[in-house]
């Protein structure tokens, strides 16, 4: 299996709810190239390797199949017509998930690593003080 993960930095973004005075802290890991090891869904023996490219231009994320250098798909996040910016990607092989930072409208999605369907969302808010 084939992981390569070139980290910068990571953020620590820190929310608070006035109603539910609860505080979430998030973490986002900040990636200038992620790749991750999945099984093609026609052939399970038979594993490859997707890059996550962002493409801020257009509001979507290029999956690309690295073994064959192919665009396998283009994942859509323009959710606001002003654009909403792609920017980090980062992915948890573990949970089988990956995760992209939208840096025009504040949003983090979740999607699911083996079909790149969306999962959830998340509307952030900085805390200013």
Not at 1 to 24: A, D, Q
């Amino acid at each position: 299996m084939f992981f390569l993960l070139l980290l910068n930095m990571i953020i620590i973004v820190e929310i608070s709810r006035e109603k539910m005075k609860r505080k979430i802290i998030l973490l986002v890991a900040i990636a200038t190239g992620i790749f991750s090891s999945c099984s093609d869904d026609n052939d399970t023996d038979q594993e490859f390797t997707k890059a996550y490219v962002t493409l801020q231009g257009s509001d979507k994320i290029a999956v690309i199949d690295v073994d064959r250098a192919k665009l396998i798909a283009e994942v859509d996040v323009n959710f606001i017509n002003t654009g909403d910016r792609p920017h980090y990607v980062v992915i948890d092989e573990i949970h089988r998930n990956w995760y992209v930072t939208l840096i025009s409208s504040g949003y983090v999605c979740k999607f699911d690593l083996d079909t790149d369907e969306l999962l959830d969302s998340i509307f952030m808010v900085a805390n200013r003080r």
